[in-house]
């Protein structure tokens, strides 16, 4: 199974609130923090209390005790006063930061001017020191019952780091082109000129495109009439290679003047190396289709990971990070303890990365997936590096190994990377038939994995380390590796 596709879903639900809207300045004033989209009263009366935040959930909110309640509070820190807005919704209950009265020594100025408005990141109003403690202490907290661990691998410069991004599009009431991300829990469009998480190249190649919109007849869809034609630019930069792919996401195929758009885009930047046009025309949360055209190039890029080279397709997925995935592999590399003899199953292999990479270091590698796409750019990859110990096939990789198993085979190392809600009790199970010497889990997703780590600890496994890594600054999102042993 392929994690994390590039075609998943960016969009938020909610779509009675679909409207767009004009960029703002958001930046909060000096010592308080600014309110998060919509108060919570929704039109009914909320109740404000002057309340001090004694801790942080793991998806970087602050914590509140209120009349025998713990609630959530977007943007306020620990040992932080502040009034807060109160709705009940329900059985749930609606917080609302409206100022902080006492602000930490933690709290930093957001530098992007949509933050409070976008939600794309979470963790801006707050120091580099106190996100890396933040992502350990979720880290610990989870890995408590199994091993104290490593100090999280923090990034040097934690902007400009996503290697893919998309941008969408839309109108004005007076018929003026916008393009951006989504405000948070929205469809509307917040106009804007720069994600300082996202490449900066690929922010500038966004900008232009949008420019040049109104001279090519090129309207933006819109979701509520299904008319016009351009949903989304996907863009995909090779941080080591500087290769770039523009996708050109369409509801409909029929792009007149496409050979002239071409031309006059490439002329802004000749850097690009491919540009493709996605139709999509569906009514769906997905953004890209299942049709592409090439318009110019050969319709993939290929970047440098861990010294080897790997081609991307626009649906193929690749870590948003590179810079961060080496560090996260070179650990769970390290963690295999490969001496050039060991077999090694890659399960949700992807398109090969850290299979390939493992190859260097093992006897054999056993790549499966359960993506046919993926699986045929994993044997497209190991052809380009010249790696001769590495097969990949398509299919279950619980069943694979379960065959394996009853037909007497063995592995040495099983390495996993799950999707962000982790393997299942059949997938782990078959690990536990196989018998491995040694399990490195690679996760997105640290609560999955110590579930699942559970159940393997149950099962004849101990976790020997865990090395977390953060992966997504300025996000609550953070990565995680592990190693477990079969006891003898």
Partial sequence: MSKRKNNASFKKSNKEQKQHGKKKNHTAPKNQAKPQGNPPNQGKEAVTAELTCNGLANDGKGLVDWEGKQLKVPYLLPGETAEIAIMKKGKYYNTKLKRVLKPSKDRAKPPCPYYYDCGGCQLQHMNSSAQDQLKQNTVDHLMKPFVKPQPIMAMDHPWDYRNKNTMTFGLTRNRQIIGGLYA???HRIIDMDRCIIHDPKADQIVHTIKGMMK???MIPYNEDSGQGFLRHVLIKVGKTSGEIMVVLVAASPIFKGKNNFVKALRKEHPEISTILLNINDKDTSMVLGDQEKILFGKGTITDTLCGMKFEISPKSFYQINPA????????AVEMAELTGKETVIDAYCGIGTIGLIASQKAGKVIGVESNKDAVRDAIRNSKRNGVNNARFYQGDAGEFMVQMANHGEKADVVILDPPRNGSDEAFLSSVVKLKPKRVVYVSCNPETQARDMKYLVKNGYKVE???????????HHVESVAKLVRKL
């Fill in 184 to 186: 948070q829990n929205t």
């Fill in 215 to 217: 001279s090519f007849k």
């Fill in 324 to 331: 961060q995935t080496e560090k996260l592999y070179g650990r």
């Fill in 465 to 475: 380390e865990v090395q977390p890594v953060d992966m997504f600054p300025q996000t």
